[in-house]
């Protein structure tokens, strides 16, 4: 089956620097979705992607959609303590449809004090 | 409603015993998913449903899980003969039927097989 190959694994970092992670592909998706999940609760959905090279904003949350097709990344700017929690990449093979989503093994970022 | 609900929060069985999930999805949406997510935080996906028919179910273990979404009701997962191994959170999500329209989840109902 489809995989995402989501990095870094983890990540470590003062409050108000930026945050980047990203999730590639072997295979072409036409949606990339970013999720966040807090402990105990379901994924919340961040941003999401629709075309091939687009750019998308969401407050301090900047996402691209590879024009590849293959990759997505997600930036957070000065990062601050309720930002701590685990990042997921989705991919869709269509952009509607009842198609399952295929999930990266998430970001888990950690805001040192 | 305007979140996906889903019930109970919490649900223990011996193993060997059925498990049963529900699922409401948000008010106006026509596709139901199901997740499964075990404990290194990977998702899998089971199923999926457009209305009460199902869509696609490639991810279901067919042999003991089995799910309905029918009018009127709440969708429903459920797991026969429970082992250990299914001890997961299961995720409900939902979308809308037009196109490009994210999923949204519920908070999962965590499965503690004994």
């Known amino acids: 089956g489809q995989q995402l190959n989501q990095s870094p694994q983890s990540m470590f970092i003062q409050e108000g620097e930026d945050v980047s992670m990203n999730c590639t592909s072997s295979s072409i998706f036409n949606t990339w979705l970013w999720y966040k999940q807090d402990p105990g609760e379901g994924p919340v959905l961040l941003i999401a992607l629709y075309k091939a090279g687009e750019l998308t904003s969401n407050g301090r949350l900047t996402a691209q959609f590879g024009i590849t097709r293959k990759d997505s990344f997600l930036n957070i700017s000065a990062s601050i303590p309720s930002d701590v929690g685990i990042y997921f990449c989705a991919g869709r093979n269509s952009g509607g449809g009842a198609d399952g989503l295929t999930f990266g093994k998430g970001t888990h970022l950690i805001i040192q004090p | ?114």
Not at chain 2, 6 to 26: D, F, M, N, S
Not at chain 2, 37 to 53: A, D, P, T
Not at chain 2, 62 to 75: D, G, I, Q, V, W
């Open chain 2, 1 to 114: 409603g305007e979140e996906v609900a889903q019930t109970p929060k919490h649900l223990v069985r011996g193993e060997g015993q059925k498990a049963k999930l529900y699922c409401a999805p948000i008010k106006g949406h026509s596709y139901v998913f199901w997740y499964q997510q075990v404990l290194k935080n990977e998702f899998k996906f089971l199923i999926s449903f457009q209305n009460e028919n199902v869509f696609d179910e490639t991810g279901m273990p067919k042999e003991r899980f089995s799910a309905k979404c029918l009018p009127n009701s709440p969708c429903s997962l459920e797991i026969q003969a429970t082992k250990l191994e299914d001890s997961a959170v299961y995720f409900c999500a939902s979308s809308r039927r037009t196109r490009n329209q994210p999923q949204h989840f519920g908070d999962g109902t965590r499965l503690s097989i004994l």
